[in-house]
């Protein structure tokens, strides 16, 4: 089992930054990964950032250059660093970790969602 709990969100004006964290506890595997999505109303949930354990990143064309990931795998933590935030950044934004397994499989856990709300 996996357990993840997001902090950081919170309302920003326009241009301003923000860090989201993400803690995860319980069974990582070396070779998960870590990433953010995230879900506005009437739309559906998408990726934002992810990051491989030895830190191979990807990034939605939408953040590039505004937004970056980054992981300590001591910590089992992600962050997702944001600037320059934009009013259509707003959404609920969500952790998820990927577990691959030995037979092929791949499980995900998803946090519980934080809230960015940017103000134009």
């Known amino acids: 089992q996996v357990q993840l709990v997001e902090s950081g969100g919170g309302l920003v004006q326009a241009g301003g930054s923000l860090r989201v964290s993400c803690a995860a506890s319980g069974s990582i595997f070396s070779d998960s990964v870590m990433g953010w999505y995230r879900q506005a109303p009437g739309k559906e949930r998408e990726l934002v950032a992810a990051i491989t354990s030895g830190g191979t990143t990807k990034y939605a064309d939408s953040v590039k250059g505004r937004f970056t990931i980054s992981r300590d795998n001591a910590k089992n933590t992600v962050y997702l660093q944001m600037n320059s935030l934009k009013p259509e950044d707003t959404a609920v934004y969500y952790c998820?970790?990927?577990?691959?397994?030995?037979?092929?499989?791949?499980?995900?856990?998803w946090g519980q969602g934080t809230q960015v709300t940017v103000s134009s």
């Open positions: 998820k970790v990927r577990n691959y397994y030995s037979d092929g499989g791949e499980y995900d856990y």
